[in-house]
């Protein structure tokens, strides 16, 4: 994972998608998540573009599925802190679901470069699904936050990239990311390994959007694991949601693609008041 030098304030990364919260008390359902990770700066304040864009009205609430509004394509740079102000609010998704008590991952309040630590194309079955949702990529910026409930969660997941042909080809990667994850093995919550699956294939569009809906599959704990997220390339930037379900099933109300849809349109907000 990338390091991040400290600034005014610090927050501790969590890597991976998905801390699910369970009546048997925290327990991190992908792939080694049992504790946060490695510490991360961010600044003490928000830029005005993420103030702002924190107050731009959203759409609470389902959206329309069948048909949804094209919107323009995401543009614009955008800092990880900014980036966080797109994230959806816990109040967006159904009761009995609450923002994750280790906050939101962020790339933090400047702009990154340079090669991807984690690329599609070489990295290992077991980085992929361990650093999913925090830093790596190749981005210049990303944001990332779970919604938990009982046995079940949702994630939101922004990555930014310096040009939109970036951004398409991480998602076209993924299919062939998963073609060679049919079966290995991960860092379990319980300080042992599990073995997990990746299939992917082409979803439901956003707005005209093609997508890909990536499946991991496994067992913690003994219990079923199910990871279904969606991902969509829209200009330079990759929008991403994900239903959870550990030992349930994952949820699916409201759907990913209106997850997504929700985070584009703020996106946007936040490009223009940028």
Do not use: W
Not at 116 to 142: I, K, N, R, W
Not at 229 to 249: E, K, N, P, Y
Request: hydrophobic share 45%; net charge neutral; aromatic share 6%.
């Amino acid at each position: 994972m990338r390091s991040f030098a400290r600034r005014d304030g610090a927050r501790r990364v969590r890597p991976g998608l998905a801390l699910l919260a369970v009546a048997a008390g925290a327990l991190a359902a992908v792939t080694g998540c049992a504790t946060k990770g490695t510490p991360y700066a961010t600044p003490a304040s928000q830029s005005a573009a993420a103030t702002s864009a924190a107050t731009a009205p959203t759409a609470a609430g389902p959206l329309p599925t069948a048909s949804m509004t094209p919107l323009p394509a995401a543009s614009g740079q955008l800092t990880g802190t900014d980036l966080e102000s797109v994230l959806l609010p816990a109040a967006d998704f159904p009761a009995g679901f609450a923002a994750s008590s280790s906050g939101p991952v962020t790339s933090g309040g400047s702009l990154t470069s340079g090669a991807a630590q984690y690329p599609l194309a070489t990295v290992s079955c077991s980085d992929f699904v361990q650093h999913l949702g925090s830093t790596g990529f190749g981005e210049t910026a990303m944001a990332a936050d779970s919604i938990v409930g009982t046995d079940q969660a949702y994630d939101q997941v922004i990555y930014q990239f310096a040009t939109a042909s970036t951004a398409t080809a991480f998602v076209a990667g993924l299919q062939s990311l998963a073609a060679r994850c049919t079966s290995f093995t991960a860092p379990a919550s319980t300080g042992t390994t599990a073995t997990f699956s990746l299939k992917a294939a082409p979803g439901a569009s956003v707005a005209g959007r093609p997508t890909v809906e990536l499946v991991q599959t496994g067992t913690v704990s003994g219990s079923p694991l199910t990871l279904d997220t969606v991902f969509s390339a829209s200009g330079v930037d990759v929008f991403a949601a994900s239903g959870v379900g550990l030992g349930a099933g994952a949820p699916t109300a409201p759907a990913k693609q209106t997850i997504i849809y929700n985070l584009m349109k703020r996106q946007a907000a936040a490009a223009v008041l940028g």
